[in-house]
Every structure is written in C-alpha cells, then in structure tokens.
Nanobody, 118 residues
C-alpha cells in the first residue's frame, strides 16, 4: 500500500523559510516523477514544483527562484525548500506523482499546512 506523509509545515512570517518533507512508502520515489502541490482555500490544487526520475526539476512561475525540490533516494523522501515566503504561499501542501507524466496518482496524504503572515 502506497503512503505519502507530508510534514514540515508551520506558521512563518513573510520572508521566512520552511522545508517540507514527503516520506514515501510502498513506492520508490526515484523512479517516479514526483511533485509538490498546494491548495489554498477556495482554490484548485496546483502543481508548484516537480522532479523527474532523472532529477530534472521545474517550477511554477509563482515560486521560481524561491522554492527548490529535491529528493533523498536513501530515505525515499522528497523535499521542498521554500525561501522568501509570501502570504500568497499560504496553503496546504501535498506531494504525489507528477500527473503530467503519469496517468494516475496515488491517494493523497493529509498534507501539511503552511501559513505565511504578513
């Protein structure tokens, strides 16, 4: 059974940093294209960062230059380093397969709440 467990969210001031973690079990993250998604209240879930099985990364324009996605194959974990946080980054953050490369994703985890105060 696949399980994705996100953690690391917190309440931070604008300009601060956080590192999110996504610990995976039941899959090998290094052979999947993985992504970090976020969903703000009243908005659709959006992909903000992704990493392919080859390690190539890409980002939504709104986070480019501020967020960095990475993975630790030994820990089977995907990370999202978030710097220069803005109030508009406030959302619940989830990880899953990058659905641009996979026909389906896994069951969504509980996500981790990031709140950025101004």
């Amino acid at each position: 059974q696949v399980q994705l467990v996100e953690s690391g969210g917190d309440l931070v001031q604008a300009g601060g940093s956080l590192r999110l973690s996504c610990a995976a079990s039941g899959i090998i993250v290094s052979v999947n294209a993985m992504g970090w998604y976020r969903q703000a209240p009243g908005k659709q879930r959006e992909l903000v960062a992704a990493i392919t099985s080859f390690g190539r990364t890409n980002y939504a324009d709104s986070v480019k230059g501020r967020f960095t996605i990475s993975r630790d194959n030994a820990k089977n974990t995907v990370y999202l380093q978030m710097n220069s946080l803005k109030p508009e980054d406030t959302a619940v953050y989830y990880c899953n397969r990058d659905l641009r490369y996979h026909s389906s994703g896994y069951n969504w985890g509980q996500g981790t709440q990031v709140t950025v105060s101004s």
